[in-house]
Structures are given as C-alpha cells and as structure tokens.
C-alpha cells in the first residue's frame, strides 16, 4: 500500500526525531501528544536540528522550509486516525500504549498500518489488544533519529508480509537501513546494549570505577563512541529501566536484575539529559558527573 501520510503519537525525542525524517522525506506528519508544550518543544526542536542539517551543507533551506510546512500538530485523533501509518512513540509503558491504541482505534481507515516504536515491549501482545494484529508492527527508530542509520522492523506473530513489505518500503524511503528482528523482549539493539549499560552502572554502584573512569574506560579501552552512562542519560534512565525489567520480566533470568543504583536515580527524577540530571549534570556548561 502507498503511505503518505503519518501519524507520530509521542513528541517527545524520538517522535520529534521521527516526525523530522518523515517530514524530510516528503511525508505529510501529524504529531500528537497528551503534553501541548511537548508538542511545541518538538516542533522549535525539530526547527533547530534542521537548522543544523542546512547550516552543514545536508538539507537546503528550501528542503527545510518545505519539511517544516508537513508538520502539523493535533489533540484530535480523528486526525491522527484519518493518516496510513500510525507510529506510536510514546512512554515505555504498556499501559500508556494500551491506552493510545484504544483512543486511536476507532478513528482508523481499515488499511492503515498501526506500529510502536517501543523498545522493548512485545509487539504480538500490543497487537492482541487491536483490531488489527496483521496491520500491526514494531517500528524500532533508533536515537537520535535523523543521525541513525538504522530502523529495527520487528512483526507480530500475526502481522502480514504486505505490512512488512510496506515497512521495508517506508524506511529505504527514509534513507535509513532496516533490520528485522523476531518480537523478544527488547528485540536486537537493546537485548545487547542496555544490559551492558546496567553492568555499567553495577560497576559504578560497587564502586569498581566513578562515572567518569567508567565512560572513560569503554570509550578508550573498546572503542564506543560514547561512554555507557553517558549514553544511559542519552536515552533516558526511566526508558533504560523499563527495558531491564522487560528483559527480566520476559526471559526470567537474573542476570537481567536491574541495577538498585539505576532504580534510584529513576526515583529521584533524575532521568538524564532531559531532565537535566542523571549519571552527570547538565545544568551548567559542561556535563559534571554525579558520582
Ligand atoms: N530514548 C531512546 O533512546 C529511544 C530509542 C528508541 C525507542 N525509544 C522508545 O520511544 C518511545 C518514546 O521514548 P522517548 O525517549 O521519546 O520518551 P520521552 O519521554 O522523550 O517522550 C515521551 C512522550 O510521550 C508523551 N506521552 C505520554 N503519554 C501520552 C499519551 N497518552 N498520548 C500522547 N503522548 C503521550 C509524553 O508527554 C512525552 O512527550 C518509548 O517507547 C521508547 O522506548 C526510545
């Protein structure tokens, strides 16, 4: 089926960034979100990151100007509903995307594909709660989405090959490579990555190193481009969380126990960069470790 038009639910970093490579690549984007000013932020967020593209020589202002016009904003989701693809891309919660579903739902046209860019949560279970489990996928973006190369594609135990084909579609569309992955919990990427975050914060919470000696070690020691607890504030430390007890609640092994340490700093409210405190503080010039 042709797609031309997108819904993002969630505005937050990943669907500002999802709206941004779809508005780019010349879909028309509605973005929603329960939060007015998450949605005005996304909007100036997006504005700013293109900026960036124009002012490095990768978009020009005219491409800019005319992937600016394709966004729209909207609390209704009659309009959401009225579009080909719905991508989900809100909290790492069930409930939440329960919920979103079934706001959305009745305003579907029966052809449009319904997806989640959740992280971690099973694509087979969210899709049992619609009416459309073989129009339904997950649509793994990865963070940030207009830097990002790939998109995870991962279907549901009942989801159709004309869904999927469509999806292969979308993202080579995108310029962006797509990976397919089996729906287990926290499917490719984070079955690898977060729980080598969590060892990380195990090592900072027994104090085999401090934030700083561990970013530091993983950076210069392996070759990772951002240190492990720098990139947990990245993603955000409550999304980490919910992923590590996805992991643990799904595959029932401890060696998926998530880190005290790690569930502290998400009770503190101390998520990361988007809060502005995490494993460092980022409310001055320069990130200072916490720790
Ligand atoms: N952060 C990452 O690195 C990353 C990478 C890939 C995928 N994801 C996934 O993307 C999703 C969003 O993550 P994020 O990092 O953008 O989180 P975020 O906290 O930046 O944004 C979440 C947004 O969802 C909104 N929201 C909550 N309930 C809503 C509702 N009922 N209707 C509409 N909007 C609602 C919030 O207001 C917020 O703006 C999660 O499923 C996460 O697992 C995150």
Not at 195 to 209: C, F, I, Q, S, T
């Amino acid at each position: 089926m042709a797609v031309q038009s997108v819904g993002v639910i969630g505005a937050g970093q990943m669907g500002n960034g999802i709206a941004h490579v779809f508005a780019l690549a010349g879909y028309d984007v509605l973005l929603n979100d329960i939060s007015a000013e998450a949605m005005q932020a996304a909007v100036a967020t997006i504005d700013k990151n293109l900026d960036r593209q124009v002012s490095r020589g990768k978009v020009s202002a005219e491409d800019k100007a005319a992937a600016m016009a394709r966004i729209r904003t909207t609390t209704d989701m009659a309009d959401i509903g009225a579009t080909d693809l719905v991508i989900e891309a809100a909290t790492e919660r069930e409930d939440v995307k329960n919920k979103i579903f079934e706001s959305v739902l009745p305003h579907l046209k029966p052809e449009t594909i319904l997806t989640s860019n959740t992280s971690s949560i099973s694509i087979t279970r969210l899709a049992s709660r619609t009416d459309r489990p073989e129009k339904f996928m997950g649509f793994h973006f990865m963070n940030p989405v207009p830097v990002m190369q790939l998109v995870e594609l991962i279907r549901g135990i009942a989801t159709n090959e004309d869904t999927y084909q469509t999806l292969v579609g979308v993202v080579a569309s995108l310029g962006k490579t797509a990976a397919s992955a089996e729906d287990f919990p926290a499917f490719i990427v984070n079955r690898i990555l977060v729980p080598m975050m969590n060892e990380a914060v195990y090592v900072l919470y027994e104090g085999v190193g401090n934030v700083r000696s561990i970013d530091e070690s993983m950076k210069l020691g392996a070759n990772h481009p951002m240190g492990p607890l720098e990139l947990a504030d990245f993603i955000g430390l409550d999304t980490c969380l919910a992923i590590m007890n996805v992991l643990h609640d799904g595959l029932a092994d401890t060696k998926y126990r998530p880190c005290p340490l790690l569930v502290k700093y998400v009770e503190a409210g101390w998520l990361g960069r988007k809060t502005g405190r995490g494993f460092y503080d980022y409310r001055g010039e320069t990130p200072v470790p916490t720790r």
